[in-house]
């Protein structure tokens, strides 16, 4: 199954804030996806793993990553927050 | 009234992992979710406390005889064990009257915004625990929930302030608009800054240094499970262990690390609904309005000398923790101590010689703090089973968030028994908190009249 992560300090509050969240509105437009909190700290071994197509940072990212990228700020003050789901559901799809 | 507390008593018998879910599902049903829902939301939180004590009696039994062994081998009285910032969210949300701070802060949230007190809405509901734990630490000196209340209440008008008073600094460093950072750490650095007051007077310290590889190179030794390795070794080593036991620690070590983040997240997983029920409440009540949204910290965590001054810390808090007098704790799951570099970061604005400094001078406090908090903490733990404790074992944290103010204004009743060090710290704590906040105001007009210089 495709896997999009959300990364934050230690992968416990504002990561699963934000991939609870995005779950919830997925489940509401009945897409498909495993959206997982993971720990900023080791995020670059993370996105070895094959399945995942995305990236959903929380921070202004400081370099390039193998993945799509998508703003996770947005799903935390509900602004431009439908414009990144559909940009993730079109990478899930 | 008798049977209602007879009736309350009973629930609080059954320990933290029943009753503080029953709470929950009640919490999540005020705030319309199905009944299903909310029912897999308590579940859930049940096996958040559950787990939590796994991993924490888990890292225990590895980590107690080490204590025991240094004591023998090096006459050093470590024993008090540093469960780490999830450890102490567990031990708070399994206080009973942990799920009132939600109406609170929200209550006091919008009488300020209706007011015109600030102009920030703070969304970080997970970070009610703070609140919760300065309440309890309040409590058990005082038995009085009013007091508990009230310096709670404090601590929730204070994030607010401070959220305003960082919004510009935070955002000229971070380059994200529109939120700004809640979380009561950022107290802290009201008492780093007449330090780096003093520090900015030397010319060599104020020279700017190229990171930008430095973060992938050594990020590695912040991994958890590399980390709770190199700790276990190190643990094993001073405990006089041979090469055997030392891996076989280095492991345990890394399990422990890596097992504490899985386990709980599963309590944000739990609160989600109810935080977001909030959050879209708030939104819809003060929608058209421009406020800052109150975040925790990690939308900062781009900015790469968090993260070296974080990798600094490691060793330097450990070799504070063997030759400090006044600390009894043997740091371990606290020691990713964002604590300490956050403010150290924002006070300095990312300069890295300043930030090194102040993170040396700023280290002991958090050790000191931690050995002072740490039966407070443990009293709970035990009263609501939240985490198994031996009668004489104590847990505490190395990376207590705003120790200062949490000890100063936490333990500042003890001047009614003749103890006044406490109110002292708070008074002081104070003092530097409005010299640090005239500062933040100029740096607010200075960024404002930039950005009007950038559009015009």
Redesign the interface.
Known sequence: MKKIVV???????????VA??VI?LLKERKVNGVIE?V????L??TLKDKDIVGYI??????KEYPVPVFNG?AF????GMDKELDKIIEVLK | MELLSTIFQYFLDLGAAVFVPIIMIIAGLCVKMKLKDAISAGITLGVAFVGMNLVVGFMKDAITPVATGMLNSTGLQLDIVDGGW?TMATISWSWPYAFAIFPLQIGINVLMLIFNKTKTFN?DL??VWGKIFIAVIVISLTNNIWIALAIASLQIILELRSGDLHQKTIQSM???P??TCTHRTLFFGCILYPFDCLLKKIPALNKPINIETL??KI?IF???HVLGFILGCIFGVIAGYDVGGILNLGIKCACALMLF??V??L???SL??I??AV??FM?KKFAGRELY?G??????????EL?IAIIFIIPMIFIDALILPGNNMLPFAGI?N?SLAIPALLVTRGNLPRMFILCLIGAPVFLWVGTAIAPYMSELARATGAIELGVNELISNSCINAPVFTYGFGQMFKALTGDFVPLIVAGGWTACWVFYSRYLKKETARLEAEEKAETE
């Open positions: 990364a934050c300090g230690s992968g416990v509050a504002t990561s699963q804030t609870s969240k919830k909190a720990d900023m700290k080791s670059d071994r940072a929380i921070t202004k990212p400081y700020i935390l003050t509900g602004m | 999830t969304a997970w970070n971070t380059g994200i529109g939120v973060r992938d990020g912040a991994e958890n983040p899985m709980s997240k309590f944000m997983q989600a609904p935080s977001d959050s879209e939104q949204v975040l925790d910290w990690p939308f900062m965590g781009g900015i790469n993260w990713i964002f």
